[in-house]
């Protein structure tokens, strides 16, 4: 039995491997990788910096951190470009999760708070978080996109400095 009360304890990269090392491996998992999710960054990536986010807030916390990790590499476990799907933004809210989860529950066995978390995490779009974990989740998963864009744009700005230098010295 896990011990989740471990709230001050160091978060470790091996631990968070431990949890999530089983999904991270998979070859559904790993397909994730073709696809694009935000500012060039792959499905994939955005999962796992989505459990990381999750792993660390819930430990810190002293919640279910292994199910909010395990909830956030899950999350967008669905292999199709939902821009080809033609759904629209608000059809592939709320048609994703369930896509999601039916995927996730294939992939590996699940808890409660790791299905709630994977269906709700769209919230305020989709259905209200039953859980602490799930609340988090959602959270990190808007984080893990706010840092996405930031990344991106901070690649955007050195391309122009590079361009500008280029075109200042004749190279």
Not at 18 to 43: C, M, N, T, W
Not at 50 to 67: E, F, I, M, P, T
Not at 80 to 103: I, M
């Amino acid at each position: 039995m896990t011990d989740f009360s471990a709230a001050g304890s160091a978060c470790t990269h091996e631990e968070f491997y431990a949890i999530i090392g089983d999904i991270a491996e998979s070859v559904q998992f790993r397909k994730l990788a073709e696809y694009p999710q935000h500012f060039g960054v792959s499905r994939m990536h955005h999962s796992i910096n989505v459990a990381y986010l999750s792993y660390k807030a819930a430990k810190r916390l002293g919640l279910d951190y292994c199910s909010a990790a395990r909830g956030g590499m899950l999350h967008d476990l669905f292999h199709y470009c939902w821009k080809e799907k033609k759904l629209g933004v608000f059809g592939h809210a709320f048609f994703h999760p369930v896509e999601a989860l039916s995927n996730s529950e294939e992939l590996t066995e699940l808890n409660d708070i790791e299905k709630d978390a994977i269906i709700t995490h769209m919230w305020p779009l989709g259905r209200l978080p039953r859980y602490k974990e799930s609340f988090i989740v959602c959270l990190a998963d808007d984080v893990s996109i706010f840092f996405e864009l930031a990344h991106a744009l901070k690649i955007k700005k050195n391309e122009r400095k590079k361009v500008r230098w280029r075109e200042n010295h004749g190279g």
